[in-house]
Structures are given as structure tokens and as C-alpha cells.
């Protein structure tokens, strides 16, 4: 006997969900994510500096599809993309990942928490193979990055972070999905260290491309 709408009402809706689709990076219908944008998250890894001159690695640009499906992940809460965005993370992450080495994420806020239903960059690590260990908080509120003009992206985290773990002297990766000024992955950094971790790395899923860090 064939199959049938009637008999696999999941199918139906599978199907309907697809049709309704727009690609993630291009708008085309019926689709998630199409070929095209699909290769356009293959990893094309570049360095930036943060305002501190730490160096980060990160995978894409962001810009075209990259910028467009990770706006869809965030924005819109399409987490299914986090398994592309997150191969692409592991093009930089994976290689700093000595032994013992933990890897930390950016903390994600309370708000951006409760707007989002997940931790972003948690999911991307998790999604690159590696295991996120939560060791950074925030300590007090702060503005969403993306409201702020360059120059007030620092000040807004500066002295925001505390690790609830003692590091003595384990080496640490930290992880954040967007570098746009740096201030973020610099004010981790410093709390890291503070806490007495040695940090061996920095990556990111992407950073803009014309980003004052950028190298």
C-alpha cells in the first residue's frame, strides 16, 4: 500500500513545513537552507583583535548568508542551524582544544536568555563536538551589544563577568558566536584570569568584516 497523507499525518505536515520554508541565507522557498547558502558557511577562518590585542579566530565573515542565517538562529529562534553554524565553529575551535583545556563561552543574559530559549554560544560549542563548561556569569545587567555605537561596547561589559570556578592555572578557550568590537571576549578574558585560569585561546563563529579589531 502507498503512502498517504491519511495515514502519515506527519509526513503532511513535514511536507507543509517545507513548502512554507524560506532559505535561511537567501529567502529561497522551500527550503531551511539551500545548496548555495549552505556553501557559503564552509569556514573561510581570519584573525581579529579585540581593543585589549587579544587575538581571536574566527570562522566566517559576517556577512551574506553567514550574517543572514545567524541573525535567523538568533532572532528568530531557528536553532536547527546551529548544526552548519556550529561545523563552521569547529574549523577554529577544534584545533586549540589541548588537553585538560576548558572551554568557556561568553555568558548570555538573563533577557537574551528568556527572548531566546537557549544560550547560543553554548549550543554552537556543543553543536562543534566540543563540551561548554559554564564557569562565566554576569553580575549585573547589561545593555544588549547590538543597541551600543562602537566606543560604548567596552564600557558596557567592562567589569560585568565573574567565573564561579577557580581555575589554578587550567588552560581555558573562550567562545563567543559574534565578535563585532571585541569588548565582549576582553572583558572575559579578563574575569578568566582573575579567576586563575590561563587563557590559551579565543575564537568565534564570525566577526564583522570591517570590524576596528580586524587584522
Wanted: proline share 8%; net charge positive; glycine share 10%.
Amino acid at each position: 500500500m502507498g503512502i498517504t497523507t491519511r495515514t502519515h499525518p506527519l509526513l503532511a505536515e513535514i511536507g507543509a513545513l517545507l513548502l512554507a520554508a524560506r532559505c535561511a541565507g537567501c529567502e529561497r522557498p522551500g527550503t531551511l537552507l539551500c545548496d548555495d547558502c549552505r556553501h557559503a558557511l564552509d569556514p573561510s577562518p581570519r584573525e581579529v583583535r579585540t581593543p585589549a590585542g587579544l587575538r581571536v579566530r574566527a570562522a566566517l565573515a559576517l556577512e551574506g548568508p553567514a550574517a543572514s542565517c545567524i541573525r535567523r538562529m538568533k532572532g528568530e529562534g531557528e536553532t536547527l542551524l546551529a548544526r552548519p553554524l556550529g561545523a563552521a565553529l569547529a574549523a577554529v575551535l577544534t584545533p586549540v582544544l589541548v588537553p585538560g583545556v576548558w572551554v568557556i563561552p561568553v555568558p548570555t543574559s538573563r533577557a537574551a536568555f528568556r527572548r531566546r530559549g537557549t544560550r547560543v554560544p553554548e549550543l554552537l560549542v556543543r553543536r562543534a563536538g566540543a563540551d561548554p563548561q559554564r564557569v562565566l556569569t554576569l553580575t549585573r545587567r547589561v545593555r544588549d551589544q547590538r543597541e551600543l555605537a562602537a566606543p560604548d561596547r567596552a564600557a558596557n561589559v567592562r567589569g560585568a563577568m565573574i567565573s564561579r570556578r577557580r581555575g589554578s592555572g587550567a588552560p581555558a578557550v573562550v567562545v563567543d558566536d559574534v565578535v563585532t568590537t571585541g569588548g565582549t571576549l576582553d572583558e572575559a578574558v579578563r574575569a578568566l584570569v582573575a579567576a586563575g585560569f590561563v587563557v590559551v585561546g579565543a575564537v568565534a563563529l564570525a566577526a564583522t568584516p570591517k570590524s576596528p579589531e580586524s587584522g
